[in-house]
């Protein structure tokens, strides 16, 4: 469970479906999976009695078919569906809600960027997690996927335990990238980018001295542990502090909180926090 749900249910779940749809809507398979969705009803997705829910979204079908077959040879993930373009991913997410979207970025009707933004401003499909699979490594779309609402990213090419690691890690409720690599990726876009510094969010003026401080040290790339000794506080009081953070500023997690903490000059690129 994200620091996040410590204060708020984001599930918004509603029945399981029990058939499991193709790229074009077309049954393919019928699942068991009954009751409630969400972490609240069913435990930590990845555990004993509750398979992780993936959508595949990706305009190529070899490439949905080889994900969907390296999926199914795991007993703890299950494919409960496929789509084609982004238009098509938004809908499957709010009917299935599954609890990791696997989401191409070039698609055709509607780019993955589009498709993350509305799956995460869906009041019911919002509860997915958003993994995003890109060919180019540092793609500037990345970072704009990030900022849409992404919990992280991916190459294509990527060793198939590292991806099944990454959809667990999705799946539990935190960031995919470490925070030191969304750290790096932020740094360079905002460098390349020469943006000026905006204006402090209004969001921000909610924080409390000491959640700006903790802000600054997750965007820095700090874990919990470490905030906790930076800052002499406890490592439970550090995910605390993490939690509200994400509350007060609608992130969805620790990799949104580095890309905010840089967009309002919390942190400047070449900072290293020490």
Do not use: W
């Not at 029945?15 to 398979?29: H, K």
């Not at 990213?153 to 060793?159: G, Q, R, W, Y």
């Not at 960031?175 to 790096?184: D, G, I, K, M, Y």
Request: charged letters at 20%; one cysteine or more.
């Amino acid at each position: 469970m994200s620091e996040r749900d410590l204060f708020a249910d984001r599930s918004g779940r509603g029945a399981a479906q029990d058939v499991l749809l193709g790229a074009s809507g077309t049954p393919v398979a019928t699942t068991a999976k009954g009751g409630t969705s969400g972490i609240g009803a069913m435990g930590v997705p990845g555990t004993a009695g509750h398979p992780i829910d993936v959508l595949i979204a990706d305009d190529q079908s070899l490439v949905r078919s080889g994900f969907r077959m390296l999926l199914s040879s795991y007993p703890f993930t299950r494919v409960v569906g496929e789509a084609s373009n982004g238009l098509e991913v938004v809908g499957m997410a709010r009917d299935l809600v599954p609890d990791v979207v696997l989401m191409d970025i070039r698609m055709p009707v509607m780019d993955g960027i589009e498709a993350t933004r509305a799956i995460v401003g869906d009041p019911i499909a919002k509860a997915c997690r958003i993994l995003i699979l890109t060919t180019f490594d540092l793609d500037e779309y990345v970072y704009d996927a990030l900022t849409a609402g992404a919990s992280g990213f991916l190459l294509k090419d990527t060793d198939p335990d590292e991806l099944i690691n990454a959809i667990r890690v999705i799946a539990q409720g935190e960031a995919l990238l470490s925070p030191s690599v969304t750290r790096q990726l932020v740094s360079e876009f905002v460098r390349s980018r020469k943006a000026a510094i905006p204006p402090l969010s209004s969001n921000l003026s909610m924080l409390t001295d000491r959640e700006r401080e903790v802000l600054v040290a997750v965007a820095h790339g700090l874990s919990n542990q470490e905030i906790a000794t930076k800052l002499f506080i406890s490592p439970a009081t550090a995910k605390t502090h993490v939690g509200r953070i994400m509350m007060k500023l609608d992130a969805h997690d620790r990799a949104q909180l580095v890309v905010l903490a840089y967009e309002n000059g919390l942190v400047v690129p070449g900072d290293t926090g020490v």
